[in-house]
T-cell receptor
Framework: DGGITQSPKYLFRKEGQNVTLSCEQN?????MYWYRQDPGQGLRLIYY???????QKGDIAEGYSVSREKKESFPLTVTSAQKNPTAFYLC?????????????FGDGTRLSIL | DAKTTQPNSMESNEEEPVHLPCNHS???????IHWYRQLPSQGPEYVIH???SNVNNRMASLAIAEDRKSSTLILHRATLRDAAVYYC?????????????FGTGTRLKVLA
């Protein structure tokens, strides 16, 4: 079955450390997204990519970085500049940016600070 | 930004219908209304989406007001597995980003 795989499911970061969250999709979708979710809140957009080798900042991009070297992969790095990284991170994909079809979501990575 | 307004929480008895409302007065003419639901520690799950006409699928029905400023997600017979946070979502078409804008959703509690 096609879908989105996020790994790891749980991740711990030490102070001053960068960590990378993996997101892989086999849906052949052009567009991919990273969201952050804090307890009791909705999802906020961190970064999105409409096509390979292109990505755009979302609403809360500070302290994060991404790459899109392959269509199926969109890793998110949480840098030491992100002072409050503890959250639930969700990756999603869409056939293309203009599509009215629904986004597909992964099962998320929960990041905590040691 | 295109925004939605939903009640924070609702309750329903098992086996009874549930109507989850959403207001979206700033919706653009070509914007679809999407509904997702989310269980704790899981990614959002697609429920239904529509443009103007009422829509039905195996999970739910979507009733869209004639002026498109509001919609209602209808679960015909609530089960315990339907307890989740339900999000009514628009895309930000006006800015050209086409990003999805999530609100805080409605937490549905289903009583046995």
């Amino acid at each position: 079955d096609g879908g989105i795989t996020q790994s790891p499911k749980y991740l711990f970061r030490k102070e001053g450390q960068n960590v990378t969250l993996s997101c892989e999709q086999n849906l052949n979708h052009d567009a991919m997204y990273w969201y952050r979710q804090d307890p009791g809140q909705g999802l906020r957009l961190i970064y999105y990519s409409q096509i390979v080798n292109d990505f755009q900042k979302g609403d809360i991009a500070e302290g994060y970085s991404v790459s899109r070297e392959k269509k199926e992969s969109f890793p998110l790095t949480v840098t030491s500049a992100q002072k409050n990284p503890t959250a639930f991170y969700l990756c999603a994909s869409l056939r293309d940016r203009l599509s009215n079809q629904p986004q597909h979501f992964g099962d998320g990575t929960r990041l905590s600070i040691l | 930004d295109a925004k939605t307004t939903q009640p924070n929480s609702m309750e329903s008895n098992e086996e009874e219908p549930v109507h989850l409302p959403c207001n979206h007065s700033t919706i653009s003419g070509t914007d679809y209304i999407h509904w997702y639901r989310q269980l704790p520690s899981q990614g959002p799950e697609y429920v239904i989406h529509g443009l103007t006409s009422n829509v039905n699928n195996r999970m739910a029905s979507l009733a869209i007001a004639e002026d498109r400023k509001s919609s209602t997600l209808i679960l015909h017979r609530a089960t315990l597995r339907d307890a989740a946070v339900y999000y009514c979502i628009l895309r930000d078409v006006a800015s050209g980003t086409y990003k999805y804008i999530f609100g805080t959703g409605t937490r549905l509690k289903v009583l046995a």
